[in-house]
């Protein structure tokens, strides 16, 4: 008898997702072989919603016109289970046929006058809106019909928060001005409209509701069942905390891939992302077999090999399970099948080491996954962020994310070091937990207008967190300025490795501050001066406005009046990222609990137990690396890995993971040091030792 908790062991997930034309001529035995060669141990098959692929019974639940009389969900509910696998349904309420769309127009999403809305992609049929009956009924039953009928263990919903805008059906309307007293917004992201601040509390909490509805609905036939929706990108970003944590057993994050200048280590940040909103939830990455370019949708394609399984890998190489989704179950393109093979067999390979030991790290840095999205509608857009990533990526150092919803003492205790890139929104309760931290000795690293705004985006007169600064505003944000220069004003730690240089290149949105007593300030900014004529090109005064600014009392404090992190993710300019580097390496006080030293880019991962530790090391070295598609893996140059040991640790042995072979051990000075060489896309290595 299978248990609630069944979805700790379901860790390598095969998605189907079938096409209306795929029971005419499903291969079972196909995807039966996918499924065990890539030693799945879990399925998630479509079975209804927008369209039916198991004969229905619930009117206007639109069947596939080529089933006939066959059941392809069942099919291959059935050769999962004969594989001993989990299964999933798959359901989409996103959108109905012309049929429901006409016996049921108050099912539909409708546009300010009232009219409903026709499907942007496809003609002749109808996107719903999630506050009526269609989600909070239909779909229900759709879901109780599934669980009833079949041997699954869960319900998996694809756009299930219906049409993506504000949605003005009567229903909607209804409810949001009985719930608030408010008519519903007319723009979307008006911070002057308190109706929109109003809105974006409603529909988290309607979502939320609607959740709390199909997850008791399943659970109601089947105990161990669970309804489980995509989250996209962001994770549980948009639903109430205790509603997470009373039914969600795990979350599925629908990042599939990059596009445009994307670094590999967007999969691992998936990980990262939910630990650091919810710590103790597994979490999957979806991951396309197929190119991601939202701009031309290629969805029945196939991407090189080589990006599929650096996707997967990095993803996995962080803590989200690997999970896979191929669109149309008609094979025309095959090429994809070894990559996945092979990434989920090193995942399974792993496993039995890496899932009992946890993730650690002694930085964190802030995710703002909610920061700034009513004040300024980003809601996916955080550049300062990335750069800040990025930095840390390429220094090698090992971090976290934190996120801004939890940034309390409790949480922060584990670190070393915190980092603000931009965390413009924080509250006065979440300023005294981090002028606490400092105080107690954590380091802090921030930067442009952290703290500047309270968590509703109203502004503040001066920084909420000047005093653990040392600094104060005294003029606003000015920009985007061409041409800025900081000048290096001193020996510093935060100004070293620059070389001869006297100065390096500044940022483009720039703060006036001041720096308080008792601080240092390693750069300044140079004043403004012109760019064209060639000939106007130098500066008339000398450096003066602060740039950099550190303090040092019980934690050591570096604070960066401009936009460091989002000018380094624009330019990837060097002296940017060795700046923050810098910073973050003299925060943290000395060297990293585990260090990698060698050339390339690597993405690390620290997990440790009380007796052992284990330091991935994903290769991201590529001329595609911050642009895909990966065309082949170049081996990584050797390599030193270093890690603290404890004080009454006699000796270490160690072992590469994926090489399966035993290495020598180096002690020096408290640090057992491993040479690794020829690694591929990942190694693993594994150190364990013995208390005296």
């Not at 105990?223 to 969600?248: C, M, Q, S, T, W």
């Not at 930085?363 to 996916?380: N, Q, T, Y």
């Not at 012109?530 to 003066?544: H, N, Q, S, V």
Request: hydrophobic share 40%; charged share 25%.
């Amino acid at each position: 008898m299978r248990t609630p908790d069944w979805p700790l062991t379901a860790t390598r997930w095969t998605q189907l997702t079938l096409a209306e034309d795929d029971p005419a001529h499903l291969d079972v035995d196909f995807w039966t072989s996918v499924m065990r060669d890539s030693r799945s141990n879990a399925v998630c098959v479509s079975a209804g919603g927008y369209i039916a692929y198991y004969p229905t019974r619930i009117p206007y639940h639109h069947r596939s016109t080529f089933m006939g009389d066959t059941d392809p969900f069942g099919a291959l509910v059935e050769a999962a289970r004969g594989l001993g696998m989990h299964v999933m349904a798959r359901v989409d309420p996103h959108a109905v046929h012309a049929d429901a769309a006409t016996a049921h127009p108050e099912w539909l999403a409708c546009d300010q006058e009232g009219a409903p809305i026709e499907h942007w992609s496809h003609p002749g049929i109808w996107l719903t809106c999630a506050f009526t009956g269609y989600h909070r009924e239909f779909v229900t039953e759709v879901a109780r019909e599934i669980v009833r009928e079949y041997d699954v263990d869960a319900i998996f919903a694809n756009r299930w928060e219906g049409y993506y805008g504000i949605s003005y059906s009567e229903a909607a309307r209804r409810s949001f001005r009985d719930d608030t007293g408010f008519e519903l917004p007319k723009r979307e992201h008006d911070t002057t409209d308190p109706a929109w601040t109003a809105y974006v509390a409603w529909r988290r909490r309607r979502l939320s509701e609607l959740v709390s509805i199909w997850d008791a609905a399943v659970k109601d036939l089947r105990p161990h069942a669970r309804f489980i929706p995509n989250l996209g990108a962001f994770a549980a970003r948009d639903l109430e905390p205790e509603l997470v944590k009373r039914v969600y057993p795990l979350f599925v994050v629908d990042k599939q891939g990059r596009s445009g200048i994307e670094a590999p280590w967007a999969a691992g940040r998936v990980a990262k992302r939910s630990r650091g909103l919810f710590p103790d939830r597994p979490v999957g990455l979806i991951t396309s077999v197929g190119p991601e370019y939202h701009q031309h949708r290629w969805k029945d394609s196939v991407a090189p090999p080589e990006e599929v399984r650096t996707w997967i890998v990095d993803g996995f190489a962080q803590g989200a399970f690997p999970w896979f989704t191929k669109f149309n179950a008609t094979v025309s393109d095959p090429r994809w099948v070894p990559a996945v093979v092979d990434a989920f067999g090193l995942h399974a390979k792993l496993e039995p080491v890496l899932a009992p030991m946890p993730v650690t790290a002694e930085v964190a840095l802030v995710d703002p996954s909610r920061a700034g999205r009513i004040r300024s509608g980003a809601a996916h857009s955080f550049p300062d962020e990335d750069g800040f990533y990025q930095a840390l990526v390429e220094a090698r150092i090992p971090f976290d994310l934190l996120a801004d919803q939890v940034l309390s003492a409790e949480r922060l205790r584990p670190y070393k070091v915190l980092v603000l890139a931009n965390a413009e929104q924080l509250s006065d309760e979440q300023c005294a937990a981090v002028r606490d931290y400092v105080a107690a000795g954590g380091g802090l690293v921030a930067a442009h207008q952290s703290s500047l705004y309270d968590e509703h985006g109203e502004p503040r007169a001066n920084f909420g967190l000047a005093d653990v600064f040392g600094a104060d505003l005294v003029s606003p944000l000015r920009g985007p300025i061409k041409n800025n220069y900081i000048a290096l004003t001193g020996e510093h730690p935060v100004s070293g490795g620059f070389g001869p240089a006297r100065r390096i290149i500044g940022g483009t949105r720039l703060l006036g501050v001041e720096a308080r007593p008792g601080t240092q300030v390693p750069f300044r900014f140079v004043p403004d001066f012109p760019d064209l004529p060639m000939e106007e090109l130098y500066a008339r005064k000398d450096p003066d406005a602060p740039a950099v600014i550190t303090r040092e009392g019980p934690g050591r404090v570096v604070y960066i009046p401009f936009d460091l992190g989002a000018i380094f993710w624009e330019t990837l300019q060097a002296d940017h990222g060795r700046l923050i580097a810098n910073a973050v390496r003299w925060a943290l006080g000395g060297e990293p609990e585990a260090t990698v030293r060698g050339p390339g880019l690597v993405d690390l991962a620290v997990r440790r137990d009380e007796h052992s530790l284990a330091v991935t090391v994903v290769n991201l070295t590529n001329p595609m690396a911050m642009r895909g598609a990966i065309r082949e893996t170049i081996p990584l140059p050797p390599q030193t890995v270093s890690v603290a040991l404890p004080p009454d640790a006699a000796g270490a042995t160690a072992r590469l993971l994926v090489d399966g072979s035993e290495v020598p051990v180096a002690v020096r000075d408290g640090r057992a040091e491993v040479e690794l060489t020829g690694a591929g896309l990942i190694e693993v290595v594994h150190l364990t030792w013995e208390p005296r």
